[in-house]
């Protein structure tokens, strides 16, 4: 490029830029830097609260049922607030919300597991064909199903193909089955299956549980088969038939 400097000059100069230290040539043309716009980083300003984006916010739907239930003062209540819950994947499943049957203020509470097909259907729980053995095992004690005995589930909603609840379902809805005990006042509490020994006692193994008083809830807990295990393994009826004996025995004394 002409440069318009003679050669001594451009020479001298090249000479004074070696020795402050440049290796190469990078530009034709020289720059500048002080009129270059200042892109030196700026100390940056503490953010105000209100100007710090929005993170995503963090949704823990087992704090959120609890205060949800708290906040119930009756069963009606109770339900109304399930009926609002939003959290449970099970809820977009199913039909409808199945509460309880029976009478509120019987002595006995029974807990059973979920709904199936014909209680999604109906909106009660047992009235399948499992909740027919019920009403024919809790009369053979003399009890009577609509008047003796309130009966709900661990989870109101129907799983869908009545696959096992998984236990973070039943973790996010622990905290309505606590305050529907605390609201219906048994004075006992029968706990059939598995799914309702884990919620009730957390613990599971039905066949070695069952019949063998425990305490939960503040009240004596009584585990039994599960109707629908006993139509499957008819069998183990005279073990349940055992406990059924257990279970009048206990309302008889008290
Ligand atoms: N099995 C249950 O555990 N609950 C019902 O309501 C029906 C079947």
Not at 7 to 35: C, F, M, N, S
Not at 179 to 198: D, T, Y
Request: charged share 30%; glycine share 8%.
């Amino acid at each position: 490029m002409e440069s318009g400097l003679d050669y001594h000059t451009a020479k001298a100069l090249l000479e004074w830029q070696i020795e402050l230290g440049a290796t190469e040539a990078i530009g034709d043309a020289p720059v500048d830097r002080y009129v270059l716009p200042d892109t030196t980083p700026k100390a940056k300003k503490p953010a105000t609260p209100q100007a710090k984006p929005d993170k995503p916010k963090q949704v823990d739907p087992v704090a959120i049922a609890k205060g949800a239930a708290q906040r119930a003062e009756s069963l009606d209540q109770l339900r109304a607030v399930m009926e609002a819950f939003d959290h449970c994947e099970l809820k977009r499943g199913a039909r409808q919300l199945v509460f309880a049957d029976g009478t509120p203020g019987a002595r006995v509470m029974i807990v059973g597991e979920a709904p199936g097909r014909d209680e999604d259907r109906e909106g009660k729980p047992f009235v399948g064909r499992a909740g027919q053995l019920l009403d024919r095992m809790l009369a053979a004690i003399d009890l009577d199903r609509a008047q003796d005995v309130y009966v709900t589930n661990v989870l109101p909603w129907r799983p869908p193909q009545n696959r096992d609840p998984k236990p973070e379902e039943i973790g996010m809805m622990k905290p309505f089955l606590e305050r529907h005990v605390a609201l219906a006042k048994p004075e006992v509490l029968v706990v059939m299956g598995n799914i309702s020994c884990q919620a009730v006692l957390g613990k599971r193994g039905i066949t070695r549980l069952r019949g063998n008083w425990d305490q939960a809830l503040d009240l004596p807990v009584i585990p039994m088969f599960h109707p629908a295990y006993l139509l499957r393994q008819p069998q183990m009826k005279r073990q349940a038939w055992a406990d059924l004996l257990e279970l009048k025995a206990r309302l008889g004394a008290g």
